[in-house]
């Protein structure tokens, strides 16, 4: 079935150094999602992106999907302590119409060192 | 507006009991999602319903199941519970059922089985 693999599984950085972290799925997606989770909290939903190709930024967040529509980076400029938490992608398979289940990575953990 | 609620916060249980878990999803959102997250792992889908029908099973055993109230609400029950399923349980709300949808998590439950 599919598969939606993330790496690295933890990163520890200096604030203010870039951060990124990598997802592949073993099947094309029809679309991808980034969700955070704090220490302690729920997963909060960042981005989807739908096109082949595309890159779209939230300020020092930038997000791209690749053009077989398999992979997807989010990289971090200059990150800060605000930052911490671990990040996940999430894409759906379907499982018949309509139907389908979403199916995240393991996640990277971000770690910031002040 | 509020956002998904959960309850109980916490749980703890022994093996063999039942548990119910609830969810009050945003007001407006007729699809809710169930995920079990472990430890170190992403959230592993477990259902979707929407407009109170079933529109999504993750693979997970028959001692799982869950529905969904005419207030879009929904309970998830948990039969014979084994120490494996010791686990934070999210609920997931969103506008509609296709797989273009931001979920909106809840702070889930904290299902511990002793």
């Known amino acids: 079935g599919q598969q939606v693999m993330q790496i690295p599984q933890y990163q520890h950085v200096q604030e203010g150094e870039d951060f990124t972290t990598y997802c592949n799925s073993s099947t094309t997606l029809s679309n991808i999602q980034w969700y955070k989770q704090r220490p302690g909290g729920h997963p909060v939903f960042l981005i989807q992106l739908v096109k082949s190709g595309e890159v779209k930024k939230q300020k020092r967040l930038t997000f791209q999907f690749g053009e077989a529509k398999k992979n997807s980076s989010l990289h971090i400029t200059a990150t800060q302590t605000t930052d911490v938490g671990t990040y996940f992608c999430a894409g759906p398979r379907v499982v018949g119409g309509s139907n389908y289940k979403l199916t995240f990575g393991k996640g990277t953990l971000l770690t910031v060192n002040p | ?114």
Not at chain 2, 42 to 63: A, T
Request: hydrophobic share 30%; with cysteine.
């Open chain 2, 1 to 114: 507006d509020a956002g998904v609620t959960q309850s109980p916060t916490h749980l703890i249980k022994t093996r063999g009991q039942q548990v119910t878990l609830r969810c009050s999803p945003i007001s407006g959102h007729k699809s809710v999602s169930w995920y079990q997250q472990v430890l170190g792992q992403g959230p592993q889908f477990i259902f979707q319903y929407y407009e109170k029908e079933e529109r999504g099973r993750g693979n997970f055993p028959d001692r799982f199941s869950a529905r969904q109230f005419p207030n879009y609400s929904s309970e998830l029950n948990v039969n014979a519970l084994l120490l494996g399923d010791s686990a934070l349980y999210l609920c997931a709300s969103s506008l509609g059922q296709g797989a273009y949808n931001e979920q909106f998590f809840g702070p889930g439950t904290r299902l511990t089985v002793l």
